[in-house]
Structure formats: structure tokens, C-alpha cells
Nanobody, 121 residues
Framework: QVQLVESGGGLVQAGGSLRLSCAASGSIFRINVMGWYRQAPGKQREPVAD???????NYGDSVKGRFTVSRDNAKNTVYLQMNSLEPEDTAVYYC???????????????WGQGTQVTVSS
């Protein structure tokens, strides 16, 4: 059983910073892509950033230049450093990882429980 546990959300003023973490545990053979999505009230869930096993990163247009995604493979953890936060960044942030639980199994997507980020103006 694979579990993703997020931490680091909270309330911050506009212009401030937060760092989110997502640690994977359980039966893990390989983690491919590790990333983050967010969902604001009344809106669809959208991709924020991700990082592949080779270190290639991708960002949503609205966070480029402000957010940085990174991973620590030894800890099975992905991070999201969020700087210059804006009220529009307020959302529940979910980590999403493509994990192969065992060598005999296929990879599939796993989700964290979500962590609230609120940016006040």
C-alpha cells in the first residue's frame, strides 16, 4: 500500500513564501513523475509543477518564475517552494506521483490528501 503525506500548507500574506513537502511511503519499487496540482474553490484541479525521475521539470504558466519543484529520491519526497505568493494562488494543493509499487506491477497515479494554502491580500 502506497501513501502520500503532504505538509507545509498554511496562511501567508501576499508576497510571502511557503514550502510544501510530500513524502511517499509503503511498497515502492520506482517513482517516475512527482508533481503538484491545485484546486481553488469553484474551479477545476489544475497542474502546478512536476519533476521527472531524470530531473526534468515542468511548470504551469501562472507559477513560472515563482515556484520551484524538486525531489529527494533518497527520501521519496517532492517539494514545492512557492515564492511571491499571490491571492490567486489560494487553493488546496495535492501531490500526485506516478509510482510502480513492485517490479511485477504497472505504474499508476497516487494522490495525497491535500493541503490548504491561503494567501491574504
Amino acid at each position: 500500500q502506497v501513501q502520500l503525506v503532504e505538509s507545509g500548507g498554511g496562511l501567508v500574506q501576499a508576497g510571502g513564501s511557503l514550502r510544501l513537502s510530500c513524502a511517499a511511503s509503503g511498497s515502492i519499487f520506482r517513482i517516475n513523475v512527482m508533481g503538484w496540482y491545485r484546486q481553488a474553490p469553484g474551479k477545476q484541479r489544475e497542474p502546478v509543477a512536476d519533476v521527472t525521475s531524470s530531473g526534468r521539470v515542468n511548470y504551469g504558466d501562472s507559477v513560472k518564475g515563482r515556484f520551484t519543484v524538486s525531489r529527494d529520491n533518497a527520501k521519496n519526497t517532492v517539494y514545492l517552494q512557492m515564492n511571491s505568493l499571490e491571492p490567486e494562488d489560494t487553493a488546496v494543493y495535492y501531490c500526485n506521483e506516478d509510482i510502480r509499487p513492485a517490479i511485477i506491477e504497472r505504474s499508476k497515479a497516487y494522490w495525497g490528501q491535500g493541503t490548504q494554502v491561503t494567501v491574504s491580500s
